[in-house]
């Protein structure tokens, strides 16, 4: 019953201009890596997805979008609901997932088994999207690349381990490549793959 | 058959506009390369927008402010039939005035006044391919760009150098986009080509025929194909618009009489306005005040 | 002074009003209905929903009187309203063994089971003008069958009994179920996709490639094997309740071609096959598909690919009439700011020509006088 429930409800209320705004910060955000945006609708995905990471899969889910999910995210009753409001269905192998998601802690499975495109189709990959803790860290990360003007700095709190080593690898593959977003509760970012990380202040 | 003109919000259904905005992120995410996408059959012509109507209509919403331009101007019959379109099917505000539009949706020209952070360009896009008109086989170019094997463009270019003593693609110039794909900027005249470099707003193209999107996102090194010896350079005009006077724009030549008279107006209709209303005035042009 | 041309608004309103005017022509005749389009104009009906690949007579006879007569207007108008429409299934592949036929006739065999039927054909009609047309006089009924029709065995199955033609094949889990209006375009394209753009495809397109197969450019050696049009049943699986439910009949014309035999060293000499099949009545456009269609297997069959109707690429990407006049079309549209920009040029070039002749005739006079 629990479970049920939890899949029928939330989503968006009006799915038509809230699908538009919250497109339009993915939008923002992938054109200017690294800028916080803020999500203000709660859609009611069941934890432990976030709010940002709910509202961004009711955005750009469909029937034809594979999605894999984290083994936390799996146990939950974020399947159903992602099946009831989206109709994804779910992606047999993380090679076949349009869309990818991870919930705050878990471990990064390895860039590599996700689909990175080809050399002739870069644009047939997985987009990621990983909950971290906060963008209140103390580390700073410098970002740079398209999009950017002279440099971003960003401080992204709980990174999982090995995602800058793997960032690093992911943007040796250009033009394929895998895209990121970052997402901590109502915020997010977007890391497109032309994006550069490096330790330190601008 | 009552039920005939029901259409959604911006005309095309959801499962659509969440197809082309994927192919937008996608676009986004890797600068200059041609994302396919399942362009929809729209309701006015290819070849009249239908890429960039699509685009327009994945990303526009209540809060947004359209401007509709052809040839740089709002009322050419094509742009007011789109931005009618617009109005109609979306209800969205829309306007003449660079500065105040969030979404500018463009044939062939770049708007003079400098574009900002938050605006959209989204052009209209009749063949994406930069390199077609030297290998007409999609299969081909698709592996061209693969290998970032540009050869032949540039041979295009110096055969031109060769047989002209000049470079003689006037619009639709190549760029090279953050170092990595050649792309076709649309047939904007190659006067526009230097906008686009590292440019405050968000650039998107929409080609529905040839069922293409690519994006340049801000701060994008775009630049102009060129050789050492041949340097890329933008048209020069002899004399300022004859109407609002201003220097350095783009200008159309407009044909007043039967005996060779004619002049050089803006070709951006809006900054000529806007110039004129602050008092600026070219040889044939007259006082505002004085209309 | 100068005033730049303004009022599109206006000037677009008013063609607008001036084309619904002419549309509707002298107001003493009665308006053409719908109804009688149907009825009175049926092929130019069937046309428009093959080529806009929507089958409903109302809406392609809308379609037709609105475009004023222009078939490819009509098929663009219905096209459009198409792309909106939500998508409730695919429908089980329909039968067109189990027509029935109004028409049948095959070129291979003087008699078979099922007989020739010429049905309402011009095949044989002396295109002599009409002028009882003129009046609107009684006609005949069409002479009726006596017996009961029953499923005709098609000629592709009577030679598959002694395995003389290549079997209809079957189809891969991921085959079948393409939709090009949905998917953008991808070379190599499967046979489905294929067929399905030439079944949307310009009926003149197909015919002149079609044609020049037969000439020799890309000849295929072509039989029509069967030609048949009537009207199948059009089912659709309800898994809900463990059967297919009918959704109703629909017209078809369908052509099957039989071409030059193929053998391997494994395999045993065997004719092979075009396909085409088409809304409505239009047996041109079906044979034209299926002589098309058999010339783009060339490379399935290991030809060499020499001729335009056997390039893929070009084939596939030029026979959609709606996007072809639109491009072709558009060139009306302003383009002055890139006609300015070679304006440019060539007058550029033109004043460094003439400066390169005057420098060298003054060097030449020079010289002369030195």
């Known amino acids: 019953m629990g479970l049920e429930s939890d899949s029928l409800s939330g989503g968006f209320h009006d799915p038509v201009f809230q699908g538009q705004a919250v497109f339009r910060l993915v939008m923002d955000a992938m054109a200017r890596p690294g800028t916080l945006q803020t999500v203000t609708d709660d859609t009611g995905a069941p934890s432990p997805l976030g709010i940002a990471a709910g509202a961004i899969a009711l955005t750009l889910l469909d029937h034809d979008t594979p999605v894999w999910l984290s083994v936390r995210l799996q146990k939950s009753a974020l399947p159903g609901w992602l099946s009831f409001h989206t109709g994804a269905p779910p992606a047999p192998e993380k090679a076949e997932a349009r869309f990818a998601f991870i919930e705050a802690g878990a471990p990064l499975p390895s860039f590599g088994l996700f689909s990175a495109g080809t050399q002739e189709y870069p644009d047939r990959s997985v987009t990621l999207i990983i909950e971290i803790a906060s963008f209140e860290g103390t580390t700073p990360l410098k970002l740079t690349g398209p999009g950017i003007a002279g440099g971003r700095i960003v401080h992204p709190s709980g990174l999982p381990d090995g995602f800058l080593r793997q960032w690093a690898e992911n943007h040796v593959l250009f033009p394929r490549g895998v895209d990121v977003v970052l997402t901590a509760g109502d915020r997010f970012l977007c890391l497109p793959r032309t994006t550069r990380i490096s330790a330190g202040a601008l | ?291 | 002074m100068y005033v730049a041309v303004k009022g599109g608004e206006t000037a677009i309103a008013n063609a607008h009003r001036l084309l619904a005017d002419r549309r509707r022509g002298d107001r003493s005749l009665p308006a053409v209905s719908s109804e009688q389009v149907i009825e009175q104009l049926a092929l130019a009906v069937d046309r428009v929903m093959a080529e806009a690949s929507l089958y409903d007579r109302d809406l392609a006879a809308l379609a037709f009187r609105q475009a004023r007569g222009d078939m490819i207007e009509a098929i663009f108008l219905l096209r459009a309203y198409r792309t909106t429409l939500p998508r409730f299934g695919v429908s089980s592949p329909i039968d067109t063994g189990a027509m029935l036929i109004e028409r049948r006739v095959s070129a291979t065999y003087k008699d078979l089971p099922g007989g020739q039927l010429l049905g309402p054909t011009f095949d044989y009609t002396h295109r002599l003008l009409d002028p009882t047309l003129l009046e609107d006089g009684p006609v005949e009924e069409g002479a009726e069958r006596t017996e009961t029709p029953e499923a005709v065995m098609r000629v592709s199955e009577i030679l598959a009994q002694e395995g003389l033609i290549e079997g209809d094949g079957t189809l891969g889990e991921d085959e079948g179920g393409g939709d090009l209006t949905r998917e953008p375009m991808e070379f190599p394209m499967s046979r489905d996709l294929r067929l399905q753009a030439l079944a949307r495809g310009d009926e003149g397109f197909l015919l002149a490639l079609g044609y020049s197969t037969q000439r020799g450019y890309g000849r295929t050696h072509p039989f029509t094997g069967e030609i048949r049009i009537g009207e199948v049943e059009i089912e659709i699986d309800a898994p809900e309740l463990g059967y297919a439910v009918s959704l109703g009949e629909i017209r078809v014309t369908e052509c099957q071609m039989v071409n030059q035999f193929k053998g391997s060293a494994k395999v045993p000499p065997q004719f092979t096959r075009g396909y085409g099949l088409v809304f409505g009545q239009s047996e041109r456009k079906a044979m034209s598909m299926s002589l098309v269609d058999r010339a783009l297997r060339a490379r399935e069959f290991g030809e060499d690919i020499v001729a335009p109707a056997q390039d893929e690429e070009f084939v596939l990407s030029h026979c959609d009439n709606v996007q072809a006049t639109g491009f072709v079309e558009h060139l009306k549209l302003p383009h002055y700011v890139d006609f300015q920009a070679e304006l440019g040029l060539v007058r550029r070039m033109r004043a460094e020509f003439e400066a390169a002749r005057t420098a060298s005739e003054s060097s030449d006079r020079k010289e002369a006088a030195e």
């Open chain 2, 1 to 291: 058959m009552s039920d005939l003109a029901a259409y959604n919000f911006a005309y095309l259904d959801e499962q659509t506009k969440r197809m082309i905005r994927r192919a937008i992120l996608k676009a986004i995410a890797i600068p200059g390369y041609q994302v396919p996408f399942a362009s929809r059959e729209m309701p006015m012509p290819y070849g009249w927008g239908t890429g960039g109507v699509q685009v327009t209509a994945a990303i526009i919403g209540p809060a947004d402010v359209l401007k509709v331009i052809d040839q740089g101007a709002d009322d050419t019959t094509n742009a007011v039939s789109i931005r009618a379109f617009f109005a109609k099917v979306a209800n969205v505000a829309v306007t003449t005035h660079t500065d105040e539009a969030t979404i500018i949706q463009t044939r062939h020209r770049i708007p003079e006044k400098v574009l900002k952070e938050g605006q959209v360009l989204v052009y209209q896009v009749p063949i994406p391919e930069p390199l077609r008109y030297l290998e007409p086989r999609e299969t081909e170019t698709r592996t061209m760009h693969a290998l970032s094997e540009y050869g032949l463009m540039h041979v295009k270019l110096y055969e031109d150098i060769a047989i002209n003593g000049h470079i003689a693609t006037t619009y639709a110039y190549p760029v090279k986009v953050a170092g990595r794909y050649v792309m076709d900027p649309s047939p904007i005249p190659k006067f526009d080509n230097p906008k686009m470099h590292m440019s405050e707003a968000l650039q998107l193209f929409g080609a529905g025929r040839e069922k293409r999107i690519y994006a340049v996102p801000p701060f994008t090194e775009v630049v102009s194909l060129d050789f050492e010896d041949h340097p890329f350079e933008v048209q020069t005009f002899d004399k300022p618009c004859a109407l609002c006077g201003a220097e350095n724009v783009y200008l159309d030549e407009v044909i007043l009489d039967d005996r060779g008279g004619r002049m050089f107006v803006c070709s951006d209709t809006d900054h000529c306005e806007e110039r004129r209303a602050c008092g600026c005035v070219g040889e044939l042009g007259v006082k505002e005040a004085a209309e």
